[in-house]
């Protein structure tokens, strides 16, 4: 990778220590960092240790004449590769969302066309209230890479969604954002995991999915770098950093997601969706009767994903399907390839004596128009590199 250049904008929350770490981290990997901080970021880590770390001046003021003659803003942030907020802040993702410019850190988010990257950090009632999530959407909607947040115990005390992404996990995004990959400017969308489908507010039928394999799809995308939608069932293993995840609980969710999504340039259907949803779950949790009269469940087909973007009108031009299976394997993912109208099937035994289901290896054939590819049995991640690398032989 040539040199690349982070113009990195910390914003003032208690996360912004990491900041320093990442600076650390980034310049390891020969990233070269130009620091902006916000007047309420110099609350929390000084401009003199950023400086120090960064071996570069720190910005922080629009109106510095000095450097306006120097280099005026918008320079200073066309000149870098890409724009990364640290910890991004509910205010500050509020402004950028509204577009204002009333500072030097959101003035510079406004002048670009770089792409721009943030990594939320904050309570989770802020990270939860219908203001952050809107600001959210359309930061998404603007075409702004969102790292994080994850689960965890937080600086207040409490614990859920807000904690900023771990800094290893926002070097990895960074350094995807920055690869000249072969699926530079492609959108790819992958679906992954088990979805649930609700039997009342307590109860659901899925199955044993655990999403590692379209997890690693996911990655191993972003890695040649597509920018990569990942749609997601409630699965074991974390989603992969640098995408932009969109998690979802049952089949319909995922459709209805998946289509507003559309189009994309490839979509990659990993996720085992269940075939059927209870007809009518019910409002309140199902009662065992003195009588011993046991509940029925009524079942209805879900739609098949696979088979409505394969054959819709916005269908992406490479359609990849995955084919578990327990018999004639081979048969079967042949037929489904002709069935549901995909391009490829990628099909695997998950018998339970093959450990595939919960592994992290996996023996795949890949069938395509020309007949079947036998691959050697290889962990997920390689299935999954394999994967992504002919994936972007099929588009280039
Ligand atoms: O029919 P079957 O479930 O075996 O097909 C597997 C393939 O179809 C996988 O790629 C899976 O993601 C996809 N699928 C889907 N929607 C469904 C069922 C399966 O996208 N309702």
Known sequence: MDAKNVLLIIAGGIAAFKALDLIRRLRDRG?????VLTKA???????????????????????????????????LSRSADLLCVVPATADLMAKMAQGHADD???????????PVMIAPAMNVRMWDHPATQRNLATLVGDGVQVVG?????????????GRMADVPDIVAAIEAALTDGPLVGKRVLVTSGPTHEPIDPVRYIANRSSGAQGTAIAAALRDLGAEVDFVTGPADVPPPAGVTVHPVQTAQAMLDKVQSLLPVDAAVCAAAVADWRVVGAADEKIKKDSKGTLPTLTFAENPDILATISQ????????????????NVLDHATAKRDRKGCDWIVANDVSPETGIMGGDRNTVTVIDE???????????????RRLAARIADALA
């Not at 030097?104 to 770089?114: G, H, I």
């Not at 819709?312 to 018999?327: D, H, I, Q, W």
Request: with cysteine; net charge negative.
């Open 312 to 327: 819709g009108k916005n269908r992406p031009r490479l359609v990849v399907g995955f084919a578990a299976e327990t018999e």
């Open 149 to 161: 947040p994850v689960d965890g115990p937080m600086a207040c005390g409490e614990f859920g969604p």
């Open 31 to 35: 990233i070269t960092v130009t620091p």
């Open 370 to 384: 020309n007949g079947a590819e036998p691959w050697d049995d290889m962990p997920k991640a390689d299935v999954a």
């Open 41 to 75: 970021a110099q609350e929390f880590v000084t401009p003199l240790s950023v400086s120090a770390l960064a071996a570069s001046k720190v910005y922080s003021d629009l109106f510095d004449l000095t450097d306006e003659a120097e280099m005026g803003h918008i320079e």
């Open 104 to 114: 030097l850190a959101s003035t510079l988010l406004l002048a670009t066309d770089t």
